[in-house]
C-alpha cells in the first residue's frame, strides 16, 4: 500500500527566508501527488497537484513543488514566506485511478516569525 | 467563492451514543466524500460516495458508519454507537469530476469528541 512521510512535524522560519516542506511516498508506480494547506480554523485548500509532465509545478500562492522520481520526493518549496503562511500542510498521493482517495502525510506546522 | 459546510464544528459526546455529523458539499459537485483525523494522526479516508450509493469505503468505516443525502444538499456522516477512538476531525469533502480532474473541496471539519 501506498504511504507518505513528511519528516520534519515542527518548521519556523522568518518572514521572508525561504521554505522547503519535505514530503517522500512509497509507491510502486508513479502516483498523483498534492500539497494541501490547513489554515487555522479553514478546510484543507489544495496548494498544488502533479499528474505527470513538468517535474516542477507551480501552485496557488507563490508555492511550488518538485517531483523527483529518484528520490520519490515532492518537496514543497517557496522563495519568500510571508506570516500569512503559517498554517499545517499536508503532502498527500493517490493511487492512479484512485478516485480521489487521497493517501495523506501527518502534516507539516509552519510557524513563521516576523 | 462556492464552499463545502460543515455542522457543527464541535461536538462532544458520551459514549455509545449517536451522532450526526452534516456537510453541505458545493452545489453542482456530485463527488462527496469524509475523510478523519484523530489528534497527531493522518488524514484518512472513510468513504466515497456518488449517485446515492457508496463508491468505496475504507476499513475504518464498519457497520458503525453510514452516510446519507437525504436531500439535494445535505450529505451526513452518522455513526450509530460512538466509541472513544471515533474521537477525531471529520472533514467532508465534494468534487465535481472524479480522478485527474476532479479537485477535491474540503470543508473546515468537524471535530467530535467522544467521552
Known amino acids: 500500500a501506498q504511504s507518505v512521510t513528511q519528516p520534519d512535524i515542527h518548521i519556523t522560519v522568518s518572514e521572508g527566508a525561504s521554505l522547503e516542506l519535505r514530503c517522500n511516498y512509497s509507491?510502486?508506480?508513479?502516483?498523483?501527488l498534492f500539497w494541501y494547506v490547513q489554515s487555522p480554523g479553514q478546510g484543507l485548500q489544495l496548494l498544488l497537484k502533479y499528474f505527470s509532465g513538468d517535474t516542477l509545478v507551480q501552485g496557488i500562492k507563490g508555492f511550488e513543488a518538485e517531483f523527483k522520481r529518484s528520490q520519490s520526493s515532492f518537496n514543497l518549496r517557496k522563495p519568500s514566506v510571508h506570516w500569512s503562511d503559517a498554517a499545517e500542510y499536508f503532502c498527500a498521493v493517490e493511487v492512479t485511478g484512485g478516485g480521489n482517495k487521497l493517501t495523506f502525510g501527518t502534516g507539516t506546522q509552519l510557524k513563521v516569525e516576523l | 467563492e462556492p464552499e463545502v459546510t460543515q455542522t457543527p464544528s464541535h461536538q462532544v459526546t458520551q459514549m455509545g451514543q449517536e451522532v450526526i455529523l452534516r456537510c453541505v458539499p458545493i452545489?453542482?459537485?456530485?463527488?462527496f466524500y469524509w475523510y478523519r483525523q484523530i489528534l497527531g494522526q493522518k488524514v484518512e479516508f472513510l468513504v466515497s460516495f456518488y449517485n446515492n450509493e457508496i463508491s468505496e469505503k475504507s476499513e475504518i468505516f464498519d457497520d458503525q458508519f453510514s452516510v446519507e443525502r437525504p436531500d439535494g444538499s445535505n450529505f451526513t456522516l452518522k455513526i450509530r454507537s460512538t466509541k472513544l477512538e471515533d474521537s477525531a476531525m471529520y472533514f467532508c469533502a465534494s468534487s465535481r469530476l472524479a480522478g485527474l480532474t476532479g479537485e477535491l473541496f474540503f470543508g473546515e471539519g468537524s471535530r467530535l469528541t467522544v467521552l
Open positions: 509507491y510502486g508506480a508513479t502516483p498523483y
Open positions: 452545489s453542482n459537485h456530485l463527488y
